[in-house]
Nanobody, 125 residues
């Protein structure tokens, strides 16, 4: 199994930037494809970005394309998410997730068996 711990959330003004980190421990990090999801109050958890095991492939939700970047450092067992041009509607709890499945749909929560505890991001207008 793998354990995930997010950090880097906080309060930021609209237009600002933030970097979230997700540190993994347990099994070999490179065995897992990773993703970031968000959950706004009263809404379902939804995909933001995902990255393959080696980092060679990434995917983004339409709402964040061009503003968010996902990356990973397998030597540091960490996945990152850089967020630029933040908007108030980006306010949510952000979760990182991991999957060791060979075949999965990256944007679906059911693809991921391992989740962090979440980190709050609040964007003020």
């Amino acid at each position: 199994q793998v354990q995930l711990l997010e950090s880097g959330g906080g309060l930021v003004q609209a237009g600002g930037s933030l970097r979230l980190s997700c540190a993994a421990s347990g099994r070999t990090f490179s065995m897992y494809a990773m993703a970031w999801f968000l959950q706004a109050p009263g809404k379902e958890r939804e995909s933001v970005a995902d990255i393959s095991r080696c980092g060679g492939r990434t995917g983004y939700a339409d709402a964040v394309k061009g503003r968010f970047t996902i990356s990973r450092d397998n030597a540091k067992n960490t996945v990152y998410r850089h967020m630029n041009s933040l908007k108030p509607e980006d306010t949510a709890v952000y979760y990182c997730a991991a999957t060791d499945k060979a075949y999965y749909v990256a944007s679906q929560t059911v693809s991921y068996a391992y989740w962090g505890q979440g980190t709050q991001v609040t964007v003020s207008s």
